[in-house]
């Protein structure tokens, strides 16, 4: 009678309904709509420029040990007033390049005469690696120069990128490339790899020659 009378619990693991955390979903959804926005920047391909525009807002990177000589060469045949103003961007660690980008825009000056030219500016990246930086150390700076990058580039918003091969570039690009990404600006990319590249790409074209499928870099040269 006793065990008649006890009461009886209902069974919780029947009435129990597991609901799906949404975490997973939206995580899910955002990978979707990454995946789709990178196949429409792919597909969309080049931007085309309409005549007439306003002078090329134009980000230079420059390097040492010969990058920036090769870059001044390449900046002597641009006409100045298409191409203004000059980011000059560099690494933290760079002592050389800031004193012949001085005498480059004077000389500039001096050939545009009359005509007035926006002001270059000078900016400054951290680098990626130095030279002889392990491999495993650089990961933690290649990091740091990536969001000093991020930082640089989408404060410029600049119309075109141009470099030619210092490890600096790479964090750049893809940062510009983050820019079109996102939907912010379209900004073109012109590589041109050094001059003493004969028989092979430098590491930063041959980086970027594999993420142009990306539209990472939309104009890649070599001079050989």
Same mark, same amino acid.
Request: aromatic share 6%; charged share 15%; glycine share 6%.
């Given at each position: @009678?006793?065990?008649?009378?006890?009461?009886?619990?209902?069974?919780?693991?029947?009435?129990?309904?597991?609901? *799906?955390?949404?975490?997973?979903?939206?995580?899910?959804?955002?990978?979707?709509?990454?995946?789709?926005?990178?196949? %429409?920047?792919?597909?969309?391909?080049?931007?085309?420029? *309409?005549?007439?525009?306003?002078?090329?807002?134009?980000?230079?990177?420059?390097?040492?040990?010969?990058?920036?000589?090769?870059?001044? !060469?390449?900046?002597?045949?641009?006409?100045?007033?298409?191409?203004?103003?000059?980011?000059?961007?560099?690494?933290?660690?760079?002592?050389?390049?800031?004193?012949?980008?001085?005498? %480059?825009?004077?000389?500039?000056?001096?050939?545009?005469?009359?005509?007035?030219?926006?002001?270059?500016?000078?900016?400054?990246?951290?680098?990626?690696?130095? !030279?002889?930086?392990?491999?495993?150390?650089?990961?933690?700076?290649? @990091?740091?120069? @990536?969001?000093?990058?991020?930082?640089?580039?989408?404060?410029?918003?600049?119309?075109?990128?141009?470099?030619?091969?210092?490890?600096?570039?790479?964090?750049?690009?893809?940062?510009?490339?983050?820019?079109?990404?996102?939907?912010?600006?379209?900004?073109?990319?012109? %590589?041109?790899?050094? %001059?003493?590249?004969?028989?092979?790409?430098?590491?930063?074209?041959?980086?970027?020659?594999?993420?142009?499928?990306?539209?990472?870099?939309?104009?890649?040269?070599?001079?050989?």
């Amino acid at each position: @009678l006793s065990a008649l009378s006890t009461p009886m619990l209902p069974s919780r693991a029947s009435s129990d309904v597991v609901s *799906p955390s949404p975490i997973p979903l939206a995580l899910a959804l955002l990978a979707v709509l990454l995946a789709a926005r990178v196949a %429409f920047v792919w597909r969309r391909g080049r931007s085309r420029r *309409p005549a007439g525009d306003p002078p090329l807002r134009t980000l230079v990177v420059l390097g040492s040990g010969g990058h920036t000589a090769e870059m001044l !060469v390449l900046l002597r045949a641009l006409p100045p007033e298409a191409y203004a103003p000059l980011l000059y961007t560099m690494a933290a660690s760079d002592t050389t390049s800031a004193a012949k980008v001085a005498a %480059f825009d004077a000389e500039r000056a001096r050939r545009c005469g009359s005509k007035a030219l926006l002001p270059s500016e000078m900016l400054r990246v951290p680098r990626s690696r130095e !030279v002889g930086q392990s491999y495993v150390t650089s990961v933690a700076t290649t @990091l740091r120069a @990536l969001i000093a990058s991020l930082l640089l580039v989408w404060r410029a918003r600049p119309d075109l990128l141009l470099c030619n091969g210092p490890g600096t570039c790479v964090p750049l690009c893809a940062a510009a490339w983050s820019l079109r990404l996102a939907g912010v600006k379209h900004v073109e990319v012109a %590589f041109v790899e050094s %001059f003493c590249r004969v028989e092979s790409l430098s590491l930063s074209g041959r980086i970027l020659m594999a993420a142009a499928r990306l539209g990472l870099c939309q104009h890649f040269l070599v001079q050989w």
